[in-house]
Structure formats: C-alpha cells, structure tokens
C-alpha cells in the first residue's frame, strides 16, 4: 500500500494521478485548522458524475471518516465548497501488474511456436491391415480428423496492429463476459507497440478495467 494525501483549499481542484496506483482508497476528510464558519462541502467528479462526499463544520463536525475506493482508470478531481482547508487521506491499493502483460507474451509466443512447428511437421505414416499396410495421418477417421483440428486450431490469437487487438478483445468479452489479464495474454498476442490495457481502456471506448479484471463497459 501507498499513503496518499490531498490539502485541498476552497476553490481548488485535485485531480488524482495513476503514478502511485490504479485504485484509490480514501480514508477521511478533516478541517485544518478552520476559521470561517458555517458548512464546507467536499465533492467529488467521478465518472462523468459530481457527487457530495463530506459535510464538515467548525466545532461540531471537523472529520468525517470514509471507506470509498476510486479507480483511477477514470478522473477523478475533488474539490472543496465553503471557507475552510480540508484535508484528504488515503492510500493505494496493490493491484495486479500491468507487467504480467509483458511477462505472460513470452509464454503466448511460445505456445504459437509450437503450433506452427505442428503444423509443419509431415504426419507420419503408422501401420494399417488389408491392402494398404502403411497409412497417414490424413486417412484417419472422421472423428479422429475432428480431433486433430480441434488441436491444430487451439493456441493464441495474433492480431496484426492495435485496432485488431482490441477488436478480437472485445469479441471474447462478449463471449466470456470478463478476463482476467493473465487469461487474455494466454489467448491473445499483443503486437509491439501496443500500450498496456489500463491505457487501452482509456483509448478505447467499450473497455473497463477493474482490480485487474477487463470487462466490456456497460
């Protein structure tokens, strides 16, 4: 975990950065030494919403403790109405690795090695009765030739650029509903220069990230 916090003075805008983290709790709000009287407001921007998060007033409620977690995949500023400084405290939670992406395209790379190797290598002939006692691998049975295809078509996806990516990414979604990174980097290669999905999803529309998790955004 990371501490996290925010002196924020009336009128002023915070906008929480993604360089400590990519979910962010928030623990309590509390008046600094407050002078004006009356109420002052903490709010938040969050997802296209503006919401009230605190009400804080002089000598009788100067903190307020919070249990809220914000995804930084999305912008969020808050920002302080009325006359007094507000403290904000929190901390970063740990989240998955968007360098499981980089270290899992080794394995993907691999596995799709191996299935061209595959398919490459001539089948071999096996004993048979009756006229033909040499027999290939072409003339196995039917259920056996659907086994063998099924085979040959397993193994990662290798889409050509950045839009393919993202294309046969959210073709699966709509399939499996959500993937995990590790289970996306075992079914789809990305291509070099591709960015990491934290900032696809920023990119591209219809993509959510959560604690690791894509999903298709509602």
């Known amino acids: 975990m990371s501490f996290w916090g925010a002196v924020i003075k009336p009128g002023q805008r915070v906008t929480v950065s993604d360089s400590q983290g990519d979910l962010l709790h928030l623990s309590q709000a509390c008046l600094s030494n407050p002078k004006g009287e009356g109420k002052t407001y903490l709010r938040v921007e969050h997802d296209k919403k503006e919401l ?3 009400c804080l007033v002089k000598d009788t409620q100067e903190h307020c403790h919070l ?3 914000f995804s930084v995949a999305d912008v969020t500023v808050f920002h302080v109405e009325g006359k007094n400084d507000v403290h904000l405290t929190g901390y970063f939670e740990p989240t998955v690795r968007e360098d499981s992406e980089d270290e899992a395209e ?3 790379a691999q596995a799709s090695k191996k299935q061209a190797e595959v398919q490459d290598t ?3 002939a096996v ?3 009756g006229d033909n006692p040499q027999r290939s691998a072409s003339d196995a049975p039917p259920a056996k030739k659907a086994k063998v295809a099924a085979a040959v ?3 990662p996806q290798r889409p050509a650029d950045e839009a393919a990516y993202v294309a046969v990414l959210k073709k699966l979604l709509a399939t499996k509903k959500k993937l995990t990174l ?3 980097n075992t079914v789809i290669v990305k291509p070099a220069g591709v960015p990491k999905l934290k900032n696809l999803v920023k990119k591209y529309k219809g993509l959510s990230i959560e604690d690791g998790v ?3 955004a509602a």
Do not use: N, S
Request: hydrophobic residues 40%.
């Open 127 to 129: 004993k048979g009765g």
């Open 182 to 184: 590790a289970e996306i």
């Open 122 to 124: 001539p089948a071999k």
């Open 214 to 216: 894509v999903t298709l």
């Open 67 to 69: 249990d809220l977690f």
């Open 52 to 54: 009230t998060l605190a």
């Open 153 to 155: 078509e397993e193994g």
């Open 106 to 108: 080794p394995r993907a």
